[in-house]
């Protein structure tokens, strides 16, 4: 079952990357990049502040920074055990996909994919529940795109990202309820 699991993956892999949508390399570099993101993160770290009562704010930005840590830790965890290869790395597709990074350590699950959603998330959440707007649908556009962009520039199967986005989901509503559960003790104890 595991073998042909993973042979689809690579089969849709092959499929994606080697897609009309590839043509557009300078633009999945670009969102690929952590740094292209770092307006993102500082305007999230403002909305905080702004949109938050003031003893709160410092709470849920440190809240943030634990959930984010949290992702990347429980993921390189994972990858180690895992231990399988990128399609970059993976001899028998070289010759076949489009490749435009070459990290070296394993693919499985997309830190990039599980760090961006369970922050979206959680930023989500944390700001509809004190300021209802559908602007924060907005958030998702950003670890999509971040998702997307790891298959296209060949480090990252589909199986990798779908994984990667379900672990974020589930980190950035485990971070909102214990965040929650924290504000309310706190709201309490005045």
Known sequence: MWEWLVELDQQIFTYINGSYFNRFDVFWLFVTRLETWLPLYITFFILLIVKLPKRLNYIASLTVIIATLTAIGLTDLVKNAVARLRPNN?????????????????????????????????????????????????????????????????????????????????????FYKLLMNLFNRLQHTT
């Open 90 to 174: 993976e001899p028998i597709l070289l010759d076949s996909i489009n490749i435009l990074q070459r990290p070296e350590n394993f693919s499985f699950w997309s830190g990039h994919t599980a760090v961006s959603m369970t922050v979206s998330l959680l930023m989500f959440l944390i700001l509809n529940n004190y300021n209802k707007s559908k602007w924060w649908l907005l958030f998702f556009i950003w670890p999509l795109l971040f998702a997307t962009s790891r298959i296209f520039v060949g480090v990252h199967y589909p199986l990798d990202v779908l994984v990667g986005a379900l672990v974020g989901l589930f980190l950035g509503a485990a």
